[in-house]
Nanobody
Framework: QLQLVESGGGLVQPGGSLRLSCAAS????????IGWFRQAPEKEREVISC????????YYADSVKGRFTISKDNAKNMMSLQMNSLKPEDTAVYYC???????????WGQGTLVTVSS
């Protein structure tokens, strides 16, 4: 069974940090492009970061560039998103994914809520 299981969301104050993790099962994460998406209330799900399997190059949306870092641990078959300098507008449900284009994502994590508020 192909599965991604997320952990690490929660409530954080503006300027704080959180680390999201995502454990893969049923497939080797290193063989695929992997991405993090988020969906804020009343908005569409958007890709915010991607890590390409071919050359480990990364993509970040302008809204998170310089604050978020995507990574993977091949030994643990896990991927992570380190989020620093969080802002209230980062509040959303975050999803890890196998794939970086929403329409072609093959496996989704269950989603984890990140709330940035004082």
């Amino acid at each position: 069974q192909l599965q991604l299981v997320e952990s690490g969301g929660g409530l954080v104050q503006p300027g704080g940090s959180l680390r999201l993790s995502c454990a893969a099962s049923g497939f080797i994460l290193d063989y695929y492009d992997i991405g993090w998406f988020r969906q804020a209330p009343e908005k569409e799900r958007e890709v915010i970061s991607c890590l390409k399997a071919s050359d480990d190059s990364t993509y970040y949306a302008d809204s998170v560039k310089g604050r978020f870092t995507i990574s993977k641990d091949n030994a643990k078959n896990m991927m992570s998103l380190q989020m620093n300098s969080l802002k209230p507008e980062d509040t959303a449900v975050y999803y890890c994914a196998r794939g970086c284009v929403r329409e072609y994502v093959e496996v989704w994590g269950q989603g984890t809520l990140v709330t940035v508020s004082s």
